[in-house]
């Protein structure tokens, strides 16, 4: 969660990013009791220099649904300018090191049309997506943390590093386009690895950063953040329900404990004046 509100705010400004509409508890037929999001990503800058040939500058702007209910998560984005076309990302984390079969259930069919890749968050790939989606430069064989002790991450960190997890992702994309959809899913699916990597190499950079906080403190992060996005973006409003507004921002900022929360500016970059 921390590493997601800090890639937002990194990748917002004035002209594109990511403007928060909703962001509240949901009680939800398929998941349970889960966390929803629903959020626009003005993405023009970021677009393959062949789609914009024949495609307008709004053609980037995608409208993502997420229903987080850990250690299972669902995202759908879809696009407004091409109404056919649907990316569906559906993860599963478990405490082991990639060896499980089949977490998603799929069917023969679905497992022989399937192609597994292995993202390894020690490897800093370089490619076009890499170089759009941005990269941290930590080398992962030096870094340790700090706060924890883990790391560094050398050759097959997997089987030796206690606790390890893997977020197994299974993801689904349709442009059923005549012409450009091939190309289309194939910027997609790479853009996506691109993304996975990115972001999961960012969420263990910054261990010292979020590790320790509570979910109190989180979700307190986590509006401030959302209200900040939006006013970047000229769109200051954000939908919660009243409830959890009161959770979320209580006036003095407190943990459950009543003791002061305040992030320091140093660590914790999402820290916005609202």
Not at 175 to 195: D, K, N, S, T, V
Request: proline letters at 4%.
């Amino acid at each position: 969660m921390y590493m997601v509100m800090k890639m937002q705010q990194q990748n917002t400004s004035s002209s594109e990013g990511v403007e928060v509409l909703e962001n509240r508890p949901l009680e939800d037929d398929v998941f349970g009791q889960c966390q929803y999001t629903s959020k626009v990503y003005r993405l023009q800058s970021k677009a393959p220099t062949w789609l914009t040939t024949f495609a307008p500058a709004d053609a980037l702007i995608m409208q993502e649904e997420a229903w987080n209910a850990y250690p299972r998560c669902k995202t759908v984005i879809k696009c407004p300018y091409f109404t056919k076309f649907s990316l569906t990302v559906e993860t599963i984390h478990r405490a082991d090191n990639g060896q499980s079969e089949n977490v998603h259930g799929l069917t023969k069919e679905q497992l022989a049309a399937r192609q597994i890749e292995f993202i390894d968050i020690a490897s800093a790939e370089s490619d076009y997506w890499s170089y759009v989606i941005g990269s941290n430069s930590v080398d992962f064989c030096k870094f340790k943390s700090s706060r924890t002790g883990r790391g560094p991450l050398m050759d097959g960190w997997q089987d030796t590093c206690k606790p390890v997890m893997t977020a197994y992702k299974l993801v689904t994309v349709d442009a059923p386009y005549w012409g450009f959809g091939y190309r289309l899913e194939q910027a997609i699916l790479a853009g996506e690895r691109a993304l996975f990597l990115e972001s999961h190499r960012n969420c263990f950079a910054w261990i010292d950063e979020w590790f320790g906080m509570s979910m109190q403190q989180i979700r307190e992060l986590e509006l401030q953040s959302d209200f900040s996005l939006n006013k970047k973006i000229g769109k200051p409003t954000v939908m919660t329900t009243s409830e959890d507004f009161d959770q979320k921002l209580p006036l003095e900022n407190e943990d459950a404990q009543g003791k002061r929360f305040q992030p320091k500016p140093e660590k914790h970059e999402l820290v916005v004046d609202t």
